[in-house]
């Protein structure tokens, strides 16, 4: 199973992609993490935000197959405990499909980016800076896994 987390950005600061390095490697194969940058739409002082997020939404959709489970990263998605993504991460193993995290930027996600979405994780009711939801995702999804595969680092 491959997880591609879909994030606008890119230029990340070290520590950011040094982090997200760190763990997404730790990743076995069978639930490989795969990150795909999303260049931000040009933001400057009268720029028009809403078509901004629009056309940013609208590239990470033309990489997303139709049979991709999508899950976008949303304050309002359901908040998953660690054990609760496990049993997540047990259920997309057993189905084959590709998984899809969508990351949206400053603006948040697109409107049909959060349509075509099954669901809607919220990993904190705090507003995370978006480099930072990286380093989030893949240490959780690491995390998740130890639990599944009773290592201890989970604890």
């Known amino acids: 199973m491959q997880i591609h987390l879909l994030a606008i950005g890119n230029r990340m600061p070290e520590w950011v992609t040094g982090g997200y390095r760190d763990y997404a490697k730790r990743l076995p194969r069978e639930c490989e993490l795969v990150l795909r940058e999303i260049p931000p739409g040009k933001r400057g002082k009268n720029a028009d935000l809403e078509r901004i997020r629009e056309e940013e939404g609208a590239r990470m ?3 997303i197959q139709r049979d991709d489970h999508v899950i976008a990263l949303e304050v309002a998605g ?19 499909q590709r998984i899809i ?10 409107e049909a980016c959060k349509a075509r979405a099954h669901e ?27 639990l599944l595969s009773h290592h201890p680092y989970h604890r």
């Open 61 to 63: 959709l033309a990489l």
């Open 78 to 96: 359901k908040a998953w405990g660690t054990e609760t993504l496990a049993g997540e991460m047990t259920k997309w193993l057993k189905s084959g």
């Open 101 to 110: 995290l969508l990351v949206g930027g400053p603006e948040g996600l697109a």
């Open 120 to 146: 809607a994780w919220s990993l904190s009711p705090l507003t995370l800076p978006h480099p930072l939801v990286r380093i989030l995702l893949a240490e959780q999804l690491y995390r998740a896994h130890t």
